[in-house]
């Protein structure tokens, strides 16, 4: 694999995906946190890449999961979905309250500003993106799209990361991480 930045360099080539056939677990793993309605899930997965996708939206999760896009994909084995909101490391609450808006499975928050736009409150599982990885492996690719919530992964990430180089023991971050925010004023 050339060592150059940007995705496009990490598709694993036809010949190593059709040798995976059946082996579904030597693939290279993506981490697609805030799934959504599965595309950047099915085009990693088209590219032969194995995929953990982690999304709160229990409708977009139905939807992933009852498109006849991924159906293929599942068969083999070659995405996990987590149904789970992000927390941050220092949030040990099991559920948390999530607002969906009914008539938009793609749009979803953890903000209670989305009742005021007709989202219906519901409690979702919680999960830590380090113990996504701790859980599933290093991945080569790591997509953070959970908004506000995307703060919350990297530091889990980074308590993650210094608690094991304070235990004297090597952690692998992601080798790419790409990250959506969605105010600019969160990374001031």
Known sequence: MPKVQGLEHLAVSTALAEGLSGRVWDAPLVIDVGMGLGADARYYMQQGFRVVAVE??????????????????????QINVLHAAIVGPN?????????????????????????????????????????????????????????????????????EATQQRAANRVWKPPRLLSLEVEAAELVE
């Open 56 to 77: 709160a939206n229990p409708r977009a999760v139905d939807a992933v999961l009852s498109d006849p896009a991924t159906s293929p994909f599942l068969t083999k084995g």
């Open 91 to 159: 949030n040990n609450e099991a559920n948390i309250p999530f607002f969906v808006l009914p008539q938009r499975p793609e749009q979803s928050k953890s903000l209670s500003w989305v009742a005021l736009d007709g989202g219906k409150e519901i409690s979702v599982r919680t999960v830590r993106c380090a113990d996504v990885l701790r859980v599933h492996g290093q991945p080569v690719y790591m997509k953070v799209d959970v908004e506000f919530n995307t703060l919350d992964c990297l530091a889990s990430l980074h308590a």
